[in-house]
DNA sequence: GCCAACGTTGGC
DNA sequence: GCCAACGTTGGC
């Protein structure tokens, strides 16, 4: 069992839109695997970067308001996704192969709402918030990394307990 | 609905 | 291996 180079976890942020899985569907869920991801460098942080203990903003896309609605936390490491092999799936992959899987996903549970969502224009305004990479220009990932100094400030903001 | 930014594909 | 064309994302 390979230790974490790191006591401390890591932290990230996840894209939906509520429209397709928002935060409402996390806590009707209780416990959900984030599939569907097909770009490959969100592959790779799914793979190997992402891990059970790990804290993930999630993040209404194409919403309104877009926003930081909730926290949420890794409960599975990276495994194979299994829509890439469902044929009934819109992520079917037919080029996926099944002793080598291309695409990934983890498992995560609804950890709490935050008492005050923050959308973008909120996040903005905040300076601790300048380098998100949420806010960057073109910044699509849908799976992105946060910062410790990040996630404490979006914590506050939202008036979260933690 | 528009369109800028980006990732992927495929011709060469 | 380059790069134009294409499809997608996602804020506005």
Redesign the pocket.
Known sequence: MAKRASASRSHWLF???PETYGWQHLVRDRRTFWGGV????A?NLLRDSIKKGDGVLF??????P?AIVGVAEVVADGYPDPTQFDRASPYFDK?SPRDAPRWYCVDIVPVTALAVPL???RL?GEPALADMM?????????VQPVTAAEWRTILRLGRVDA
């Open positions: 894209k939906s839109e097909r770009n490959f460098q592959r993040y209404h896309s194409s919403a309104e877009t080029d959308d973008r224009d903005r949420l806010l960057k220009r073109g910044a699509r990932l849908s």
